[in-house]
Every structure is written in structure tokens, then in C-alpha cells.
């Protein structure tokens, strides 16, 4: 049977109160209100301690510009643009391998669209570009076998046991689903609909990639899912049948449904309408919101982009958006004015760019680090901990501008 689930249907079940909620009952954060309520918050706020891993750098691994990064208890894996393989370093930073071989027989692949990690039994899913399948590998590097999928999907990732979520957002406007899942031999098992159908599909399918869009997270070893134009987060219950976790309000920043690029009725967007991906920890959920469009004169694709970032205390009920000197988000592995105040230590701001349960983390090129510790900002600091402060300039001494980037991790509370 085919579950079939939207967030028409849960008007019901919208509820809230003002000492927060309860993690069983589906809730609505209100993300308009919250864009407006602007502060800076500093990292002690969110987190009990931060920590820096530098990425071994030698001339065998080398990365491109950084796209996913996954962490497990003993591994660190990297999927960056200009890197055909995935890599994989252990858990201080230490160059392991690239999981793999470039090329295109059965047992290798030359770009990654999608990678996801099944920690409990050491395997790695890749969803190479182009290619109608899922190799899968273990954390040895090993090659253990292709899944034939059949279809072309814009993300394939391994949800559970046996299982992939597939998500693809509309391109004509007559597609049935956004989320299917799938088992290893394709056949569907349970979706989410679809209700942005359209009643004059353009002739041929069109869509853009967006910074920072990330459609998937793990919570609690479980799977979240949330589309580029739907304002609803789906997760599991315990039977494992999809359900609906909580929506998004966007209220005056969302995008009309005739806006929608695939449509082909516009050729710009007004920069006011925002889209947003989530990430979530225990107590805290992390919003990255952005405009689709600039209004600049030379076409989309140029200017910088309104962004920013927001967090919502869950079992608070409220929320709050990163104050920003800028307002504006130009580049991840950056150091700007839109991430959480470093009162540990006086470095880098973080950036809430990936989480895995009770750690958030960025990436910061070694560039950008160099610069920033030589800064008077940074000199003229008084964080808490001033020892902590001598600690991460001598553990960045050394640090060239070729060298690969370094990662920034926050244990949450």
C-alpha cells in the first residue's frame, strides 16, 4: 500500500504553546516572525564546547570545493565539487583514502550528485551523476555492490535497512510524488504527494540549484526530508510509516506558486521570497534561509543573495534570527557577520552549515583562517577562555593556504 501524506491534511494537528511542545504532536514554527527578530547570539548560548580539526593536506588529498561532509564516531567523509571521489579521513583529520575509482565501469563513478551512511553496518551509498544506480561501499573502501534504481531521481539516499528515499522536486508540474520511498528493487513503498501540480505544464522541464540546499538530515538515527517549495519536515514513527514532523510558516517570504521557476512563467524573482533547509539537534532546530534571486540588472545568478540563519528552541517554543552586520551570505567556508559569536575562544563565528544529533559543524578554508587570526579582531579579543584562545593559534600555526579546509565542530547542549 501507498501512504500518501501533505500538509493539507494537517490542519488538525498544527499545535503550540507557549512552554513549547511536545516532540509527538505535529507543530508549526512560526519563521516569519522569527526573520524579524534579529540578535547576536554567541556559541556558549547553544553549545558547552567547540573544537577544530584540520584536514590532512598532502598532495594525494587535496579537495575541491567542499559540498557534504559526513561524521560517524570513527570517520570523516567529503564530497567536494572538483573531486571525483568521495573521501574519507579519520576522525582527527588523518587522509585515509578516496573511496573508489574514477571511471565509468560497473564499480566506479567520476561525480557524486548524492552520498548518505549507514553507520551501524559500515556502508557507504553513492549516487553518482548520471547513472541509474546506488554503489554501495564499506568503510574499508571496498566496492560491495551496485542497486539498480530505474529511475532518475535528483537524490537517492539510504534511509534504513533495505530501504532508499528518493526526492525529486517537480520539473513539468504533473509529478505524483516529491518523496518515494523505494526498497532495493524499486519498487515504491511509501510517498509524499505532491500538491504543487500545475495546470499549463511548460513544454520541457527546467530547474536551478540553489546554495546550501540540503533536503535530508538524520535525527536519533532516523531520517528527516523536506522539499525545496512544500513547508513541511517528514520523518518516521516508530513503525517506521512517514509522517509529518512539523511546518514552516513563511508567511510574507513565501514564494507564490506562480514564481515557481520550473513553471517558466518568470524570468526573475523578487529577492523578498525565501526558501529554507533544516537541520535539527535534540533541542534545537536550524533554519538556513535564502533568496532566490537578486535584484540585479545583469540576471539571476548575480549579486549576492539575502540570507541568514535562524534557531528555534524547541522546548522553548521560540525562535530567534542571527543578527548580521551584512545581512547577506556570500560564501560557506567563509568568516563573516551571520554565524554564532565565538565567546570560547574568539575565533571564527559558526556557522550552523551540517549537524549530526548533538554536534553542528562547519567548514573554514585555510585561507579565510589565516587571515582571520592575524586580524585585530581577533587579536584584540577577550573570550572566555584566553587559554583556549593560545590553544588555537598554536594549533594553526603552521597552517598554509594551500592546505585543505579546516573543520569546526560544537558539541550542543
Known amino acids: 500500500m501507498i501512504l500518501i501524506l501533505g500538509c493539507k491534511s494537517l490542519d488538525q494537528q498544527n499545535i503550540e504553546s507557549e512552554d513549547g511542545h511536545a516532540e509527538d504532536k505535529f507543530y508549526t514554527i512560526n519563521l516569519s516572525s522569527i526573520i524579524e527578530n534579529k540578535r547576536e547570539v554567541p556559541i556558549s548560548e547553544i553549545a558547552d564546547s567547540i573544537t577544530y580539526i584540520r584536514l590532512e593536506s598532502t598532495g594525494e588529498s587535496a579537495l575541491g570545493r567542499i559540498q557534504d561532509i559526513k561524521l560517524t564516531k570513527e570517520y570523516i567523509f567529503i564530497y567536494a565539487f572538483g573531486t571525483p571521489l568521495l573521501a574519507q579521513f579519520d576522525a582527527k583529520g588523518k587522509f585515509l583514502r578516496f573511496i573508489g575509482k574514477v571511471g565509468k565501469g560497473p564499480e566506479e563513478y567520476d561525480m557524486i550528485r548524492q552520498f548518505s551512511i549507514d553507520e551501524e553496518a559500515g556502508l557507504i551509498y553513492i549516487q553518482p551523476n548520471w547513472k541509474r544506480i546506488i554503489q554501495v561501499y564499506s568503510f574499508a573502501g571496498d566496492y560491495v555492490k551496485s542497486i539498480k534504481t530505474n529511475i532518475d531521481e535528483r537524490a537517492i539516499i539510504w534511509s534504513r535497512d533495505s530501504i532508499l528515499m528518493c526526492y525529486s522536486e517537480p520539473l513539468v508540474g504533473n509529478e505524483e510524488y516529491i518523496f518515494k520511498e523505494i526498497n532495493l528493487h524499486g519498487q515504491i513503498l511509501q510517498t509524499v504527494k505532491n500538491y504543487n501540480k500545475w495546470k499549463d505544464p511548460p513544454p520541457f522541464g527546467r530547474t536551478r540549484f540553489y546554495q546550501g540546499q540540503q533536503f535530508f538530515y538524520y535525527l536519533d538515527n532516523t531520517l528527516h526530508f523536506k522539499g525545496l517549495y512544500n513547508d513541511?519536515?517528514?520523518?518516521?514513527?516508530?513503525?517506521?510509516?512517514?509522517?509529518?514532523?512539523?511546518?514552516?510558516?513563511?508567511?510574507?517570504?513565501?514564494?507564490?506558486?506562480?514564481?515557481?521557476?520550473?513553471?517558466?512563467?518568470?524570468?526573475?524573482?523578487?529577492?523578498?521570497?525565501?526558501?529554507?533547509?533544516?537541520?535539527?539537534?535534540?533541542?534545537?532546530?536550524?533554519?538556513?534561509?535564502?533568496?532566490?534571486?537578486?535584484?540585479?540588472?545583469?540576471?539571476?545568478?548575480?549579486?549576492?543573495?539575502?540570507?541568514?540563519?535562524?534557531?528555534?528552541?524547541?522546548?522553548?517554543?521560540?525562535?530567534?534570527?542571527?543578527?548580521?552586520?551584512?545581512?547577506?551570505?556570500?560564501?560557506?567556508?567563509?568568516?563573516?557577520?551571520?554565524?554564532?559569536?565565538?565567546?570560547?575562544?574568539?575565533?571564527?563565528?559558526?556557522?550552523?552549515?551540517?549537524?549530526?544529533?548533538?554536534?553542528?559543524y562547519r567548514h573554514i578554508s585555510s585561507i579565510e583562517m589565516k587571515k582571520y587570526l592575524s586580524s585585530d579582531e581577533f587579536l584584540n579579543s577577550s573570550p572566555k577562555y584566553q587559554n583556549l584562545k593560545r590553544i588555537l593559534l598554536k594549533q594553526m600555526s603552521d597552517l598554509k593556504d594551500t592546505d585543505n579546509d579546516i573543520l569546526m565542530i560544537a558539541k550542543l547542549k
Open 232 to 360: 513541511t519536515v517528514y520523518t518516521y514513527n516508530q513503525t517506521n510509516r512517514i509522517i509529518p514532523k512539523f511546518s514552516l510558516n513563511l508567511g510574507e517570504y513565501k514564494l507564490p506558486e506562480e514564481m515557481i521557476f520550473e513553471r517558466g512563467l518568470v524570468q526573475r524573482t523578487p529577492p523578498k521570497y525565501l526558501w529554507v533547509s533544516v537541520k535539527e539537534s535534540k533541542n534545537f532546530v536550524f533554519i538556513y534561509f535564502s533568496a532566490y534571486d537578486t535584484d540585479d540588472s545583469q540576471g539571476a545568478g548575480h549579486g549576492e543573495l539575502n540570507a541568514g540563519f535562524a534557531i528555534y528552541n524547541k522546548k522553548e517554543g521560540s525562535g530567534i534570527t542571527l543578527k548580521s552586520n551584512y545581512g547577506k551570505l556570500i560564501s560557506f567556508n567563509t568568516i563573516g557577520d551571520w554565524g554564532f559569536i565565538n565567546d570560547f575562544d574568539g575565533g571564527p563565528e559558526l556557522v550552523p552549515e551540517f549537524t549530526n544529533d548533538s554536534l553542528v
